[in-house]
């Protein structure tokens, strides 16, 4: 039997990992996951976005929330 983990238990364990983050309208971000808070924002450092076949960089970035329709683990142990 698996044990069921909660939505803040696994992101907690990503801070400091590389992430990708997908937003409402398929905007795709990545970087460095730095921090959460209890409405989902999400804070990334090194934060890039793929836009029409070009990397656009962005340094320090906050995501809002209630935009955030999956966060995934880009370093795998």
Same mark, same amino acid.
């Given at each position: 039997?698996?044990?069921?983990?909660?939505?803040?238990?696994?992101?907690?364990?990503?801070?400091?990992? *590389?992430?990708?983050?997908?937003?409402? %309208?398929?905007?795709?971000?990545? +970087?460095?996951?730095?921090? /959460?808070?209890?409405?989902?924002?999400?804070?990334?450092?090194?934060?890039?976005?793929?836009? *029409?076949?070009?990397?656009?960089?962005? %340094?320090?970035?906050?995501?809002? +929330?209630?935009?955030?329709? /999956?966060?995934?683990?880009?370093?795998?142990?």
């Amino acid at each position: 039997m698996t044990q069921t983990k909660r939505p803040f238990e696994v992101l907690s364990r990503n801070i400091g990992k *590389n992430v990708k983050v997908r937003l409402k %309208g398929a905007q795709v971000f990545t +970087g460095t996951f730095l921090g /959460y808070d209890p409405h989902w924002n999400i804070s990334l450092d090194g934060a890039e976005q793929c836009r *029409n076949h070009r990397r656009v960089a962005f %340094g320090k970035l906050i995501l809002r +929330g209630n935009n955030v329709l /999956y966060v995934f683990e880009l370093d795998k142990d």
